[in-house]
């Protein structure tokens, strides 16, 4: 059973930081990526930032240069360091990972953790 374990969220001031992490357990197939999502009240769910197999790093243009992923691969666990921290950021974000079971991927979601950013 992949369980997916997020901690760090919080309230914090616009200009602050933040750190999120997201531990894996019960992974037995390769993991394809590691990625951490948002939503916003009223809003669709939306890629913040992700970390793929081969090491390569994406984040949405909204996030570049104030946030940064990382992962430890030994401990099947994603961090996600957010400085610069905007009122605009305030969502709930969540943990995601991509495994490859053969032929099939497939998503399993962490239960996701607040973060609200005051002006």
């Known amino acids: 059973q992949v369980q997916l374990v997020e901690s760090g969220g919080g309230l914090v001031q616009a200009g602050g930081s933040l750190r999120l992490s997201c531990a894996a357990s019960?992974?037995?197939?390769?993991?394809?990526?590691m990625s951490w999502y948002r939503q916003a009240p009223g809003k669709q769910r939306e890629l913040v930032a992700a970390?793929?197999?081969?090491?390569?790093?994406h984040y949405a243009d909204s996030v570049k240069g104030r946030f940064t992923i990382s992962r430890d691969n030994a401990k099947n666990t994603v961090y996600l360091q957010m400085n610069g921290l905007k009122p605009e950021d305030t969502a709930v974000y969540y943990c995601?990972?991509?495994?490859?079971?053969?032929?099939?991927?497939?998503?399993?979601w962490g239960q996701g953790t607040q973060v609200t950013v005051s002006s």
């Open positions: 019960g992974i037995t197939f390769s993991i394809n990526a």
């Open positions: 970390h793929t197999s081969d090491d390569n790093t």
């Open positions: 995601n990972v991509d495994l490859q079971v053969g032929a099939y991927e497939y998503d399993y």
